[in-house]
């Protein structure tokens, strides 16, 4: 298989299996805890008025919505996933894919919380790193925890393509 093939389908697999591992949890967390989900159809809503030329919204919920947000946004939070498994697999390379450790995983999902942190959630009305909410300490603890999640699925979708792949 070419290498960038091979590159491209293990960051589709392992990027969508972290994802689902990151939605997992935030299904067992409302369950446990009670915090609430976000709701990915403003994401579509903040990227659907991005391609009108709007960056800002203040809030997002307030804006009005566009036609395929929830759709739009769901495919944009899985698309991401896919992207933080390209960056994890570009930093430490295709051997990683064959035999995952979690040091890079949790590095790479732990990391991927400055994208909320300093865009989206800036972007949709709540300020950097969540500074404009209720209660900013809680909301920044559950996004690292969430992502720090999103970094063991990624350690754990590796290994699943490792073991369902050899070689990939």
């Not at 959630?121 to 909301?139: E, F, K, L, Y």
Request: proline content about 7%; some cysteine.
């Amino acid at each position: 298989m070419p290498e960038a093939v091979e590159f491209l389908l293990a960051a589709l697999l392992i990027g969508a299996g972290a994802t689902l591992v990151m939605d997992a949890w935030t299904v067992v967390r409302k369950r446990m805890l009670g915090v609430p989900a976000l709701d990915y159809a403003l994401v579509g809503r903040w990227l659907g008025w991005l391609a009108r030329g709007r960056l800002r919204h203040q809030p997002i919920a307030a804006s009005a919505p566009v036609r395929g947000e929830r759709l739009l946004g769901w495919v944009a939070h899985y698309l991401t996933g896919i992207a933080f498994a390209a960056i994890l697999l570009g930093c430490w390379g295709m051997e990683w894919a064959r035999l995952p450790t979690l040091g890079p995983a949790l590095v790479v999902g732990i990391g991927s919380v400055a994208a909320p942190f300093l865009l989206m959630q800036p972007a949709m009305g709540a300020g950097i790193a969540a500074s404009r909410t209720p209660r900013p300490n809680v909301a920044r603890v559950h996004s690292l925890v969430t992502h720090a999640v999103f970094g063991l699925g990624l350690y754990v979708a590796g290994w699943v393509v490792s073991l369902l792949a050899e070689p990939i």
